[in-house]
């Protein structure tokens, strides 16, 4: 018996949506292998920034990056409105994940302490989860949006902005903790507990939350030529205000002793280990715009250095720099001014991190070059914290659950730098 028209009609389409249906259900949802954020150098306070799409209806919310900051923290004083933010109510799961012990556990919303570190002001604030939407990336360009809807941080004052570069409202924590946003990220997309940042001091760097690979211009593959160091955990926090028995959130490594143009430093690297009150050692910071050392290593790196580059006329210092050269008389190459080259030795002689002109110089003013390390004082918190201009256009890659880091010494080796991901264009 022949159909009729519009029952025929009627059948196709009933198959149709069957199919689309099915085909729905049978296609998994996209879950990215890894995110990627962009990040620019303020020129004015030399601090790194970032920003994030949160809330609903969603805002871009900047951010400073705090390489060792314990989690995300948003001033919500100041016009937070959302409809999806929820606040983690006492002896919720959420303020047990994040070790919670705030006393008093005020309006029924448990805390955390959060610190602007810039400032090194600290206070308490209310812990809360909300909607974040992030760039996912395969490594060498960005590709579809993905969101966290329950991205948990701590809503803190608007007096914490103050030191912060213009329009920040909060900090993007990457440190050592569950509630950083690279432990957040991995564990939101079960991707591995890694991240990498490529900072510039110009251009737009990029920090990678998975793994690699990670694809500078012109198609320059950097994982794979990474070297490995050990992170060594901090058992004391290292934070202004922190809970008795919290370690630190920051990112140390083992540096056994400084060579300058391949000779030893003469140091007293007792100051480069850790003690059980934790003080001394050695760890990485984007806080810190330059390299800061502990009082005896900085007389010893200066006077070393200046005995390697005799031959070049020295001019007075330059705050907050010691030693002063007229340009002139130095030479440039790939990697920045040709000056000594400074390395920091870690596990063994064979593996250390090679510091180049570009990264050991600062240019303070038309014709003047300062060696970029600052005098940290007597007796500090640790001894060497390697700090923002010495990491510029290197790609260091924290492998959380392997505890330890990769890094790749001067991009400008390779023919690319830092401000060379591709963001035009997307997968």
């Known amino acids: 018996m022949a159909l009729h028209f519009p029952y025929t ?6 198959l149709l949506s069957f199919c689309i249906t099915l085909s729905q259900a049978q296609q998994p949802s996209f879950r990215p292998k890894a995110l990627v954020l962009p990040v620019s150098k ?19 919310v900047k951010l400073t990056l705090d390489l060792g900051g314990r989690f995300l923290w948003i001033d919500c ?3 937070y409105a959302s409809s999806s933010y929820t606040p983690s109510r006492c002896e919720s799961s959420q303020c047990n994940r994040a070790n919670s012990k705030k006393p008093g556990c005020y309006n029924n919303t448990c805390g955390l302490l959060l610190e602007n570190t810039f400032t090194q002001t600290g206070t308490s604030g209310d812990l809360g989860h909300d909607l974040v939407s992030i760039q996912s990336t395969d490594g060498s360009k960005p590709g579809r949006i993905v969101k966290v809807p329950n991205l948990l941080f701590t809503c803190g004052a608007t007096f914490l902005l103050d030191g912060l570069a213009k329009g920040v409202k909060g900090m993007a924590g990457l440190g050592r903790t569950i509630l950083s946003l690279p432990s957040q990220f991995s564990a939101a997309f079960n991707f591995p507990r890694k991240f990498a940042i490529c900072l510039s001091d110009s251009g737009k760097g990029v920090v990678f939350f998975g793994d690699g690979p990670y694809v500078m211009l012109p198609n320059v593959e950097i994982s794979k030529s990474l070297i490995y160091t050990p992170l060594i955990i901090n058992k004391v926090s290292t934070a202004s205000a922190a809970f008795a028995g919290e370690p630190s959130s920051d990112y140390f490594i083992g540096v056994n002793s400084i060579k300058i143009n391949n000779k030893v430093v003469p140091l007293n690297t007792t100051l480069l280990k850790i003690n059980k009150e934790g003080l001394g050692g050695t760890k990485i910071s984007t806080v810190q715009p330059y390299t800061v050392l502990e009082t005896s290593i900085h007389k010893a790196v200066v006077t070393t250095f200046a005995k390697e580059l005799s031959g070049v006329p020295r001019v007075a210092g330059v705050g907050p720099f010691e030693l002063c050269y007229n340009s002139v008389g130095i030479g440039s190459t790939r990697v920045g001014p040709a000056v000594p080259q400074i390395d920091l030795v870690l596990q063994s002689s064979n593996v250390y991190w090679r510091i180049f002109g570009a990264n050991s110089m600062v240019q303070v003013k038309s014709g003047v070059l300062c060696l970029g390390f600052v005098d ?7 001894a060497i914290v390697i700090g923002g201009h010495q990491v510029e256009d290197n790609l260091l890659q924290f492998d959380l659950a392997a505890s330890r880091l990769g890094f790749s010494s001067s991009l400008l080796s390779r023919q690319t730098t830092c401000s060379n991901f591709n963001f035009t264009s997307t997968a």
């Open 376 to 382: 940290g004082g007597v007796n500090p918190r640790t």
């Open 77 to 79: 004083e100041q016009n």
């Open 42 to 60: 303020d020129p004015s306070s030399l601090q790194y920034l970032t920003h994030i799409n949160q809330r609903t209806p969603q805002i871009p």
């Open 9 to 14: 009609l009627f059948l196709i389409s009933c």
